[in-house]
């Protein structure tokens, strides 16, 4: 029998695959893929590392498809900020000023507290290439957080106007240089382009993006809110299955299902929707009614929660206050965490499902504690009670970053150096910060 890296047992499978049952089952781990879900009383394989998962629930890790992890140093600053304080603060003032050891330290913090919360893979909207050390200073970050990272190329902050609005200003040359850094689709690093579609640019400069996009192999993420937006994008023959469309909460519906007709993908932020004065209310039950595959994202850390859980949560108290008829239950949320994010970020056939053959990217959530005891439901007790400290154990590409409730990466360096980094902006752009 031959050997694996390891095994989590004990556990209540949620595995969002059809082919593969729920229930109590063992997971066994080889070479960083899922190699075997064995039914409970199976006999175990040998394994260099045994997870006890009694007690627990065990999930495919979670995706989060939309975060500026580089403003997450100045997390919780704009709870009360409205879109237009956010867009001023953030890329007027903040961003112009960070360096690169900024970037590194804000993208690693946000990194790892989005791993510690059960996010396995982050899509990186590192809209602040303003050299290429910002940008080199993103990736390392991933790579040293041990997350799944989409690392997303934007634009860089420095005299930010030049860049967007009616801009037709090309991207910087430096993404050719990039993406030869990152040319492994395969690997757990890879990239995407967060493109100024045509809310943030001139027409002639979405069609260079996202052909430039298409050149390097790349798919495009983009904000997108406004009505007429989706139809101008297909009138330009730009609209496919490669890109995925960030809130989209104006969009109509007759657009909404040309998108979907079209394989478009969307990733919506329901905390930050919600409570953010200046933004369109989520399109959570709008777009599945109208069959467009969803992620749920986290958006900004300045002003929302960094975990999925409570966007799950959010996206349902919204949906149901909406009076929309679509029908939106837990699973369907627990999808838009895991399989819909998967696909949103071009990674379903890798990840966001307990398939055999897919990557190892799993989470242990406990269930056996007084926060989500008794679980009669386990989808809608996750979904409802789970939250980052219930998170026991996560893997990413077969290798624990999460052990006994603890990270096992750099915590304390990101916590020393995004201090730095606040001490800094303190220095640099003192009116953001309360006093």
Request: proline fraction near 6%; charge should be negative; hydrophobic fraction near 45%.
């Amino acid at each position: 029998m031959s050997r694996h890296d390891l095994i989590i047992t004990g556990g209540h499978l949620i595995t969002m695959d059809p082919a593969v049952p729920d229930g109590p089952a063992s997971v066994a781990v080889r070479g960083g893929r899922i190699a075997d879900v064995l039914p409970a009383g199976s006999e175990l394989p040998p394994a260099a590392e045994v997870v006890d998962a009694a007690g627990a629930v065990v999930l495919p890790g979670l995706v989060d498809t939309h975060r500026h992890t580089w403003q997450s140093a100045t997390r919780h600053i704009g709870l009360d900020w409205s879109l237009m304080d956010y867009l001023g603060a953030a890329f007027m003032r903040l961003g112009p000023v960070l360096r690169p050891s900024d970037v590194h330290a804000a993208t690693l913090l946000g990194a790892l507290g989005a791993l510690d919360s059960g996010i396995t893979t982050l899509v990186d909207w590192a809209h602040i290439q303003n050299s290429p050390e910002h940008s080199d200073a993103s990736v390392a970050a991933l790579r040293e957080s041990g997350i799944r990272g989409v690392f997303a190329y934007g634009w860089p902050q420095i005299d930010p106007l030049r860049w967007v609005g009616d801009s037709d200003e090309p991207l910087p040359g430096d993404i050719h240089r990039v993406r030869a850094a990152l040319p492994d689709d395969g690997a757990r690093v890879t990239m995407a382009l967060a493109a100024r579609g045509p809310e943030m640019s001139a027409a002639t400069a979405v069609r260079r993006d996202l052909e430039l996009a298409r050149s390097l192999g790349l798919r495009t993420t983009m904000h997108l809110s406004d009505a007429g937006s989706i139809t101008r994008l297909h009138e330009l023959g730009l609209l496919d299955e490669t890109i995925t469309l960030v809130h989209a909460g104006g969009c109509a519906d007759d657009e909404l299902k040309l998108a979907a007709d079209l394989g478009v993908t969307a990733s919506v932020s329901p905390l930050i929707e919600m409570t953010m004065p200046g933004m369109a209310a989520p399109a959570t039950g709008r777009l599945k009614a109208a069959g467009v595959v969803t992620g749920l994202s986290v958006d900004t850390e300045i002003a929302t929660s960094g975990d999925l859980w409570s966007q799950m949560r959010a996206a349902l108290a919204q949906h149901r206050r909406s009076g929309h008829p679509e029908p939106l239950t837990a699973r369907d949320l627990l999808a838009m965490a895991t399989t819909g994010g998967a696909t949103a970020a071009g990674l379903d056939d890798r990840i966001g499902a307990i398939t055999p053959g897919r990557r190892a990217d799993l989470i242990v959530v406990a269930a056996d504690t007084a926060a989500l005891a008794p679980v009669i439901d386990p989808v809608a007790g996750t979904v409802l009670g789970a939250h980052p400290g219930l998170v026991r154990t996560v893997l990413v590409d077969g290798q624990v970053v999460k052990r006994d409730g603890a990270l096992v990466g750099p915590v304390r360096q990101a916590m020393d150096a995004a201090r730095d980094t606040v001490d800094h902006l303190r220095r640099t752009a003192p009116e953001i910060f309360p006093a």
